[in-house]
């Protein structure tokens, strides 16, 4: 590769990573790019081709997989993450042993724990178990 294939302008660089001249000066401050050392004169090329298409190919995997993240999140009925086991209403009702609208009317109001997701209220598990032991022993000390 000779010098000219070496360095490229800031308006190709913008062109190989999709984003605007002005952008590619930022990136050159920042240090994500190589700037060619010595005087510049406008239009040289003065940025690192090298170094352009090695952050074209990093934006390319991060825009892949906010994309693919996207297309998980908008699965009707996929919960929030995987971290968890989560719930829906209907699921969450049956271990509280109320209703659908009791859960998602108490959810709105943020009385108890859950988290609006892909159209639909979600809850931990872990929560609702939580929530269902202090109604049982509120029920058990009613009683007493």
Do not use: F, N
Request: glycine share 8%; net charge positive; with cysteine.
């Amino acid at each position: 590769m000779d010098d000219r294939d070496a360095w490229v302008t800031q308006v190709e660089a913008a062109r190989r990573l999709g984003c605007s001249p002005s952008h590619v000066q930022t990136l050159l401050r920042r240090g994500q790019l190589v700037r060619r050392p010595g005087p510049r004169d406008r239009g040289t090329p003065s940025v690192g081709a090298a170094s352009v298409d090695e952050l074209a190919g990093v934006l390319e995997e991060q825009r892949a997989a906010r994309a693919a993240a996207a297309a998980r999140r908008a699965v009707h009925g996929s919960p929030p993450d995987d971290e968890h086991v989560w719930l829906d209403t209907d699921e969450t009702a049956a271990v509280l042993g109320l209703s659908r609208p009791w859960v998602k009317a108490r959810a709105r109001q943020g009385r108890i724990p859950a988290t609006k997701y892909g159209g639909k209220w979600w809850v931990r598990r872990e929560h609702a178990e939580q929530i269902a032991a202090v109604r049982a022993a509120a029920l058990r000390h009613s009683r007493a």
